[in-house]
């Protein structure tokens, strides 16, 4: 059926679905080129994003999330699969689609010599947004660059220029807002202003996807996470969950007295002496207790001065899935997209 709704309005039209974005065996070959052969940057990943999560989408250099998106976005062609970005489907109605997704890529896109807010302008205007229903000003002013509205682009620094990326990803205030790699190459400070950004976003009903390098960025601001690599999903739960399938802990303990060997009463565990004085004792929760632990160490005769655990992070488990055998006949990371 041809897409016959302006993308202003497109996406009011549809029902407000349970899942943001819903992908099933979804499939990208790019074809051979030259002496280059074909590859398979998709293998058939199928997602749900729950509407208004801040879902992560991780994975390592070449994983095939930059696809993705770019699929989602209509700037790539599928090979295969569906695709529903607030239950429209991208091929019935490709441009309703667009109409309920806002990308702010990688790249600051920025035309230099237009100020913010004819940046915004021409952006409301291409979305087909009437001049009545424009939100310039409002955007700007979340954005915190009310005081730069009729700054050029190019004098606004690095932060700056980011974020009028995000506003200019909401002109035709989309319901579903993919961010790739928003504070790559960013300082701490800006990171967190933008952090609290999203997060703002968020609470206002917007489904935020998130792709970032930064696993802290993830564990701290997103409610579900899925794990991409080699074209794949390895892993997709909820954040807590994910974490508490490592099932592994540290516990630091500084003794008494200096050691030059790991006592034979804590060869049950695997314990490590990184220090004279400092015992590093690894452990899963599921079969060992702190209390079997600090018995074995008094069974040794020695005494405690300060004791800490280490819980494991997403890094851990990032790294874990993500240096898992490569599938047979893949292409080396360099040749995903």
């Not at 441009?95 to 600051?108: C, H, K, M, T, W």
């Not at 690095?158 to 790699?181: I, N, T």
């Not at 049950?268 to 004279?276: G, M, R």
């Not at 874990?320 to 995903?336: H, I, M, V």
Request: charge should be neutral; proline fraction near 7%; hydrophobic fraction near 45%.
């Amino acid at each position: 059926m041809p897409d016959a709704l302006t993308p202003a309005t497109a996406v009011k039209a549809f029902t407000v679905p349970d899942a943001a974005v819903e992908v099933r065996d979804l499939r990208k070959t790019y074809k051979a080129s030259g002496k280059a052969p074909a590859k398979e940057a998709l293998k058939g990943i199928s997602l749900a994003i729950p509407r208004g999560s801040l879902y992560g989408l991780l994975g390592p250099n070449g994983a095939g999330k930059s696809t993705f998106i770019n699929i989602l976005a209509g700037l790539v062609n599928k090979t295969s699969g569906t695709a529903r970005i607030w239950g429209i489907d991208i091929d019935q109605a490709p441009r309703s689609a667009r109409a309920a997704i806002g990308v702010v890529p990688q790249e600051l896109n920025l035309d230099p010599f237009f100020t913010p807010r004819e940046l915004l302008d021409l952006q409301a205007g291409l979305y087909g947004v009437p001049k009545a229903e424009r939100q310039t000003e409002r955007l700007l002013e979340a954005v915190g660059l009310k005081d730069k509205a009729n700054a050029y682009a190019r004098t606004l620094s690095g932060g700056m220029r980011r974020r009028l990326m995000v506003a200019k990803a909401m002109v035709h205030a989309p319901p579903v807002l993919v961010l790739d790699e928003p504070t790559a190459g960013v300082d701490v400070e800006l990171r967190q202003m933008l952090w609290a950004h999203v997060r703002d976003l968020n609470k206002a009903g917007t489904t935020v996807v998130l792709t970032t390098h930064y696993l802290e960025e993830a564990q701290e601001l997103c409610d579900t996470i899925a794990i991409v690599n080699h074209g794949q999903v390895v892993a997709c739960d909820a954040t807590e969950n994910l974490l508490r399938t490592l099932d592994s802990k540290e516990l630091v303990v500084t003794l008494d007295r200096d050691l030059d060997a790991v006592p034979a009463a804590l060869s049950p565990f695997k314990a490590t002496l990184p220090a004279p004085r400092k015992l590093v004792v690894s452990y899963q929760p599921s079969r060992a207790k702190v209390g079997e632990i600090l018995a074995a160490i008094a069974a040794a005769g020695l005494g405690v001065q300060d004791i800490s655990t280490v819980e494991s992070d997403l890094e851990d488990l990032f790294l874990q899935l993500t240096r898992a055998p490569r599938p047979a006949g893949a292409a080396p990371d360099d040749e995903y997209r």
